[in-house]
């Protein structure tokens, strides 16, 4: 599209991002987020089909983005860490660590919306967990690994937001280091029943 | 509550789950699964709101029950094993493996049903770390564990319904121990940026 189409779309979002912390997202209209972006309710249709895909506008284009990385990843052997290299090497500076952190605070405000954020990420992980079926994981290894590297993500991706400095890969590494304290070592296979050895 | 109420209850929640399957969620009324249960709507608007909380209604019971255990657990330090042994330990078996199932395969079956899961499980999770902070957790840790644990027994919970012939607590070990492979072994701390090392 042409530039300063770009530039419409990129209004509308930080209009619709200022007016949804300054209002809340319920009390905002599309005519609202329209006027103060300089455009007519008209164009904002033209880019979203209501005032909360602007929140989402990304998330197709991101899944396609994270699924053909799983797809094409080199190593299938470790799941897990071709599910955390797929979602840290991903590009997710595009519209600023400040934009993330905003429209995450936006998102976690309102209950429709997180609902929204969770079936979405449920749909990530669902096409998360077919892709390693497809690299030839078994199903309950491609649901664990998926599951559990996607949570190892969003602990990393939630201190990033909050931008105490490190960068998302050293969060990263530092959450499935953390992971990895959570599970007693246990080299000998699963446990009996009964009171658990004390890892620590 | 009088036994023969109890019994309209159950009568309720069986004849859902058959009319459910029969003809699907959305296609099913009220006034069919009270026929079917031989009792009156009135009776049916006394145990539940409308008929997506017939398959909801014991979801309050279950997660205040399973916040209690983790607030009560008797050691904290292995959060995640925490997590497991409350949720292992509590008595699923009440309305029989084979109505777990059934209503496992409704819901995912429906969107709006399957959504509505996704929001208790969040809900569930939300107090799990916070119960888990009341016990000293850190908040990472807590968040982490909580969602690792969550999906070790969701990955149990799943083969558990399809009736495999093991209990919860040994499929629950198996998974446990299935994240502890999927978990590349690193003694020595988070591992550089670049290519991870092979742990098998």
Do not use: C
Not at 4 to 33: H, N, P, Y
Not at 121 to 135: K, M, S, T, V, Y
Request: proline share 6%; no cysteine.
């Amino acid at each position: 599209m042409p530039r300063w189409e770009q530039g419409s779309a990129d209004r509308l979002t930080k209009a619709a991002l200022e007016l949804f912390e300054e209002q809340g997202f319920e009390d905002t209209s599309v005519v609202e987020i329209a006027d103060r972006a300089r455009v007519t309710t008209r164009t904002f249709f033209r880019y979203f089909p209501d005032k909360r895909e602007v929140l989402f506008a990304e998330s197709d284009r991101i899944r396609a983005a994270l699924v053909r990385a799983i797809l094409d990843a080199p190593e299938i052997t470790e799941p897990l860490q071709v599910v955390i290299t797929a979602l840290t090497e991903f590009d997710w500076t595009g519209p600023g660590r400040e934009v993330h952190r905003r429209r995450h605070a936006v998102i976690a405000a309102n209950p429709g919306l997180l609902e929204r954020e969770l079936i979405k990420q449920n749909d990530i992980a669902i096409e998360f967990i077919q892709a390693l079926q497809r690299r030839g994981i078994e199903e309950a290894a491609a649901r664990l690994a998926t599951r559990a590297g996607m949570q190892v993500f969003a602990t990393a991706y939630a201190r990033w937001v909050e931008g105490d400095g490190a960068d998302l890969r050293e969060l990263t590494d530092a959450a499935m280091a953390l992971l990895r304290t959570l599970l007693p070592a246990d080299p000998s296979g699963p446990s009996p029943a009964g009171p658990r050895s004390r890892a620590r």
